[in-house]
């Protein structure tokens, strides 16, 4: 159960000293800290004068002090009301602090008739108790905002770009903080229109939708030129790569555009194997100049593959160096000593595959004449 800590001061406490103070508002915002039973009865509390909302949620005393005063006036039940709401709805007790660390004016908010249209709404589209918790704290205003005159209107407009629900979920938890704007709700009925324009397919525009939400709900112009210079590179509008290479344009300046090209011409590539590279796979330029660096080392310098035959794979840099690339080659290099797999066996096929192909195809298969495999693989 969660029990609000309750503590009543008197008026020369509060302004006794600043640690005082801080103490006084000490919350232990753990399974104690809110007041509320798994049937519909709540604990009344004590009295919610001075609420010791502070420490664990990381509310400052001043904003623990004025909420607690509108608590007084208002509810002083209500926090029990929403903690109980939102834990029905999935949220664990971590993410109870996260949230109301973020937006701690919940707790004032009417659970019933406020918090669960909202809530109700949500699932009605698909969104699951695991997913609702994170998009909300992903998202604090969606529940300070209006059912009818916000959410509701947001939501026809994303599920006027995509093709389901399920996919308008996806742009709720990749959602951008433009979404709020009115202007970004008609910016991205224009830049959907561009793409449209373009004969871009609708499975490629509910691609960046759902998974690049703050790409479609970006300023028009800025949309507009990064499409211009995705076509100037040759990108084919009727495929996928278009709309990818379109959200790194739309996402990444100048400056660390060509920070990248640096980084790979010290490893001998050219300008062109840059960006033959970037017509390949648009999303290795995305990846941090500090993985760029420690992946080429261990592909080169490790592996002993050329930076030319890395040019012409570039999805494989955006592997995971400790959890793809040195437990998968640990185990090539016994396959190889054994002569269980040919010497010339292309790193890119041992890399790009999924976990389960890679061990069906490199581990499992070969357990009885190497019983280490799996060891390898695992340490």
Known sequence: MYHFLIARFTHHRIHHSS???RNAFSLFFDSRSFSVSNTNHYHQPENFTLSTLVNSCGLSPETALKLSK?????NPNGPNAVVQLL???GFSDSQLRIYVKKHPLVLLSDAQNTLLPKLKFFQSIGVSTTDLPKILIGNTSFLSKSLHKHLIPRYEVIRSLVCNDKE???ALKHCSRNLHCGWAVKDAALNIEVLRK???PQGCISLLVSNFSGVAFTKHSVFVEAVNSVKELGFDPLKS??????????KMNKDIWESRFKIFKKWGWSRDM???AFLKHPQYVMISEEKIIKVMNFLVNDVGVSPEDIARMPGILNRNLEKTFIPRWAVVKILRSRGLVKSDLRISSVISISEKKFLERYVTRFQKDAPLLLDAYNG
Do not use: E
């Not at 509108?70 to 208002?74: A, C, E, I």
């Not at 790569?241 to 739309?250: D, G, H, R, S």
């Open 198 to 200: 373009l004969n871009v």
């Open 168 to 170: 308008v979920v996806s």
């Open 241 to 250: 790569n278009f709309v990818l290479a379109l959200q790194v344009f739309a």
């Open 70 to 74: 509108r608590l007084q006036t208002k």
């Open 87 to 89: 834990t029905n709805h």
């Open 19 to 21: 640690v005082l103070c």
């Open 274 to 276: 840059c960006l033959s």
